[in-house]
């Protein structure tokens, strides 16, 4: 899939289903890319991930920047999309646009901010202003301690009834994506429906144009904390503990090095 959005819009009008990826490094970003992942994101999940933090609050400007850096070095072909931390876009959309302009000079071409309504003002300005901007709602991890935890979002019709406007309006202000995490499967296909933008889903099930997941999760390096809607396509702890401990038992055996 090309970077070009225009291409992402153009592959939700036609049905095409696409995958997106967290990574946090050069490597990764590289095996990603070449694996035919369409989109990787530079989350602030790193914070929890990459840094043992828990949960993504701690997570600097500085810190994303330099990440995003380095995966959009890794990248020839996804979309790179970065997120804009906790604390470095709420105040204003001045504070927002500031924010993002590092982080798309860092090689990000899309930035992901959470929150619905409140951030209407801040989508159009940075929108109006060159900056595409994906669009985070329903459970929004910032915004953990509101919630009171990591809890599915939309439960009610209330509430569902309020992410669907807020869906729509984020969009019209010009969000060029919506990602919506951690709610009602249906509710995720009314909105997919609704907008002509693409939308990508996490734990908000099939109907979604993209999907998204946690790079740690899908490789199983985050058995003790992954959500119960991800996947482990592999025990990476497993497979990767063994290869260390492998390594750590050759040394002490003298096995390797071998002689020269
Ligand atoms: O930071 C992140 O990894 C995210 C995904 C969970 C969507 O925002």
Redesign the pocket.
């Known amino acids: 899939m090309s970077r070009s959005l225009n291409l992402w819009d153009k592959a939700k009008r036609e049905g095409k289903r696409l995958s997106f990826i967290?990574a946090y490094d050069y490597p990764f970003a590289k095996l990603a890319d070449a694996a035919g992942i369409d989109g990787i994101?530079i989350?602030?999940?790193l914070g929890m991930m990459v840094a043992g933090d828990p949960h993504?609050l701690f997570v600097s400007l500085e810190q994303m920047e330099y990440h995003t850096r380095i995966v959009a070095r890794g990248a020839a072909n996804a979309l790179i999309m970065a997120?804009l931390p906790f604390g470095s876009f709420e105040e204003s959309p001045a504070q927002a646009f500031a924010a993002a302009a590092r982080l798309v000079k860092a090689g990000a071409q899309i930035v992901?901010l959470e929150g619905g309504a409140p951030m209407l003002e801040t989508v159009a300005f940075l929108s109006s202003r060159g900056i595409p901007v994906c669009a985070?709602i329903g459970l929004t991890?910032q915004h953990v301690h509101q919630f009171g935890g990591f809890r599915r979002q939309g439960k009610t019709q209330e509430a569902a009834a309020k992410l669907f406007d807020d869906a729509i309006a984020l969009a019209d202000a010009g969000a060029r994506m919506v990602?919506m995490?951690a709610i009602p499967a249906s509710l995720a296909g009314e909105i997919t429906r609704r907008l002509s933008v693409p939308t990508i889903g996490?734990g908000a099930g099939p109907e979604t144009d993209a999907q998204?997941l946690?790079l740690h999760d899908v490789l199983g390096l985050n058995p003790d904390r992954a959500p119960d809607f991800a996947k482990a396509y592999i025990n990476g702890a497993a497979l990767l503990g063994q290869a260390l401990a492998q390594y750590a038992s050759e040394v002490r055996e003298g096995g390797f090095p071998g002689a020269p």
Do not use: Q, Y
């Open positions: 967290t994101l989350g602030d999940s993504t997120d992901k985070h991890p990602l995490e996490i998204v946690v």
